[in-house]
């Protein structure tokens, strides 16, 4: 008797010894799982945080290089306005008054402001303070929207060259050595000099946004390049998102399930990963060199564009085809609905927020792509602004490419400010994006 109670007693306590083991390592079990969940937060964390804090760079970076890009300076002169320079006949004739030598009266205006300089090469430098072409412009523009000042001494500010915006703007140090700075000593003293005349002054440069490309980077503008992406991207939504989402209703709604459907679908989620040159040697070889389409054109540009957007929006179409419940479909059928009415009366406009949203994201990336464009020629100077479909044009991807490669320093800032450009157009289109999902969007 006493042995089998000996033996029950030992029985539970090794029963209790196991219990406590296990609890035990069950403890420990949870304490590594709860470090390892906090390990894993932590990593969450810090990669966010890693990301947020690049993300601030890039953008610190781009606007402290651009923004002075958004003002530009100028130097008023005073021009007389010679009639036997301007117009000799005194017909008033626009075309006349257009083709003048106001370059002849500018120079004049500055050798007047300063009559101490006589070597030719100091009056090439003289002539340098300001920008020929904008000062050209300016006095034309005057000219043919006043002819009555023809014969009179006007002060007009026109933009200064690029050198001495660089200067005014503190992008060319004064300290350094003469040698290794593109503005002289002399330079830097007649500019004093019209500064001390209050003849000198920054403003914001409304030609940066009104202006296309030029040689002349205190001339640049992005407008050229902003027609030319709106045209583009026009060509590309034209095509991309009817023939995008009537391919994802057809597949998702009335497209058996059999081999050749499966073989179509695998297609099109690799064409979404095709990388985007390809789209451009293919645009080339097909639309320009075989079909003869006008190189460098929008229309060009907008196909190639929409044939690299189209399975984005194919594959964001039949998700959202698919996010609508299969009860609307059953409810409309049940009351008498054709297969067409229940698409296109209930399903497709259910669905229509999250198409939208797929497609708005399908075009910013087009807005932002810039190696297929340069396969079809739209990395081509391109000075007029785009009017059609069939213009020259270039897109503002490329035109910060082509800034970007330019040795003048006054263009480094015209780069990033195109980028700042950009940017706001793309932040723009995934904000459009966010806010017709939020509006839109139906919660089952």
């Known amino acids: 008797m006493s042995e089998t109670i000996a033996s029950d007693t030992f029985a539970l306590t090794d029963i209790s010894t196991q219990k406590e083991a296990t609890a035990e390592a069950v403890r420990q079990s949870l304490k590594k799982r709860y470090s390892a969940e906090r390990r894993f937060r932590f990593y969450g964390v810090m990669a966010l945080v890693f990301a947020f804090l690049m993300l601030v760079v890039l953008f610190t970076t781009i606007f402290s290089n651009g923004y002075s890009a958004f003002v530009q300076t100028m130097i008023r002169i005073d021009v007389k306005l010679d009639a036997e320079t301007i117009d000799p006949k005194g017909t008033r004739d626009p075309a006349v008054l257009l083709r003048a030598g106001y370059g002849l009266l500018i120079k004049q205006s500055l050798r007047e402001t300063f009559p101490e300089v006589r070597s030719r090469r100091d009056k090439k430098k003289l002539y340098g303070l300001v920008s020929q072409l904008g000062a050209n412009d300016a006095l034309s523009d005057l000219v043919l929207q006043n002819p009555d000042v023809i014969g ?86 034209l ?139 739209m990395v081509a100077f391109i000075a007029d602004i785009p009017q059609g479909f069939t213009d020259p044009a270039t897109v503002l991807p490329v035109q910060v490419y082509l800034w970007a490669d330019s040795p003048e320093r006054a263009f480094v800032e015209k780069t990033s400010a195109a980028i700042i450009v950009l940017l706001v157009f793309l932040v723009t289109m995934n904000a459009l994006a966010v806010w017709l999902r939020q509006k839109f969007e139906n919660r089952w």
Do not use: C
């Open 152 to 237: 009179k001494t006007v002060s007009i500010w026109v933009p200064a060259s690029d050198d001495v915006d660089m200067l005014v703007k503190g992008h060319i140090s004064r300290d350094v050595p003469e040698k290794e700075r593109r503005v002289s000593n002399k330079e830097i003293a007649w500019i004093d000099t019209i500064k001390a005349q209050d003849r000198l002054k920054t403003q914001f440069n409304t030609n940066f946004f009104t202006a296309g490309d030029s040689r002349e980077p205190e001339m640049a503008g992005v407008w050229g390049a902003a027609m030319g992406s709106l045209l583009t991207l026009a060509v590309t939504l």
């Open 239 to 377: 095509l991309s998102f009817p023939l995008g989402v009537s391919a994802a209703v057809y597949l998702e709604e009335f497209a058996p399930k059999n081999r050749w459907t499966q073989i179509i679908e695998v297609n099109i989620n690799n064409l979404a990963a095709v990388p985007s040159i390809v789209f451009g040697l293919l645009g080339l070889a097909v639309l320009l060199n075989f079909m003869g389409m006008p190189r460098s054109a929008p229309v060009v540009g907008g196909i190639v564009l929409a044939l690299m957007t189209l399975p984005t929006v194919i594959i964001a179409g039949r998700a959202a085809l698919t996010s609508v419940p299969p009860s609307i479909r059953e409810a409309a059928l049940g009351v008498g609905a054709s297969r067409v009415q229940t698409i296109f009366h209930h399903v497709l406009p259910l669905a229509m927020p999250g198409i939208l949203t797929g497609s708005i994201i399908g075009m910013a990336r087009a807005l932002g792509e810039t190696a297929p464009l340069l396969m079809i020629g």
